[in-house]
């Protein structure tokens, strides 16, 4: 199970080095080659992000007295995964100097406060897009928890129901026990009975045989 989380801290921090070396160069575009590199970074972000639920799974499949190492460790990975997403919308709104002048050209004082105006817009694009993202994620988690608890429930009433079946046929074989035993009860009540008479009439057989032989031995 640790060498699976191992592997994927392996891919995450290959991955989100690139990152890192892409959000620093998106600063220095323009055009068709900023939308490009921004799409290749969006993208890589995501797979880092699946990779961090990868390796949450994982973390959750190690036994409780191992689990603080790798819990300590998956909160350093999303310390850095939040920093990786705060510097990319940064890079994303931000001009590097030599982009920024040739965007201004010569008229950079009456364009300055036009660029300041839409970086602020796209600011506030992208806080809007990163809310309606926490969001969905939010909700997707709830609705796997919901998944799972509903799981354990049908797996709890499975069980209830196996043991409910089991008690009931324990109670069966303790009704045939219990009717069997009366049963040998009174068999052996009739047998003790039928000794018990046939015991006395050999006493009282015995007794008149014995004093026929003593009348017997008197004459």
């Given at each position: 199970m640790s060498s699976d989380f191992e592997s994927y801290e392996q891919d995450f921090a290959v991955l989100t080095a690139e990152v890192t070396g892409r959000i620093g160069k998106v600063p220095k575009l323009v055009g068709d080659e900023k939308k490009q590199m921004?799409?290749?970074?969006?993208?890589?972000?995501?797979?880092?992000?699946?990779?961090?639920?990868?390796?949450?799974?994982?973390?959750?499949?190690?036994?409780?007295?191992?689990?603080?190492?790798?819990?300590?460790?998956?909160?350093?990975?999303?310390?850095?995964?939040?920093?990786?997403?705060?510097?990319?919308?940064?890079?994303?709104?931000?001009?590097?100097?030599?982009?920024?002048?040739?965007?201004?050209?010569?008229?950079?004082?009456?364009?300055?406060?036009?660029?300041?105006?839409?970086?602020?817009?796209?600011?506030?694009?992208?806080?809007?897009?990163?809310?309606?993202?926490?969001?969905?994620?939010?909700?997707?988690?709830?609705y796997q928890i919901a998944v799972e608890t509903e799981q354990i429930g049908q797996e709890m009433l499975e069980n209830l129901s196996h043991d409910r079946e089991k008690i009931q046929r324990a109670r069966e074989r303790l009704r045939e026990t219990d009717a069997n035993l009366g049963k040998s009860s009174r068999i052996l009540t009739g047998m003790l009975r039928r000794f018990s008479s046939s015991e006395l009439l050999h006493l009282m057989h015995c007794e008149a045989h014995g004093h026929i032989c003593s009348y017997k031995r008197d004459f």
């Open positions: 921004v799409a290749n970074v969006e993208k890589q972000l995501e797979e880092a992000r699946e990779l961090l639920e990868q390796m949450e799974l994982e973390v959750r499949e190690i036994p409780p007295q191992s689990r603080g190492m790798y819990s300590s460790r998956m909160r350093s990975y999303k310390q850095e995964m939040g920093k990786l997403e705060a510097d990319f919308k940064r890079s994303r709104i931000a001009y590097s100097d030599e982009v920024r002048n040739e965007l201004l050209g010569d008229d950079g004082n009456s364009s300055e406060n036009q660029l300041i105006k839409l970086r602020e817009e796209r600011a506030h694009l992208l806080d809007n897009t990163e809310r309606l993202e926490r969001s969905s994620r939010r909700l997707e988690a709830g």
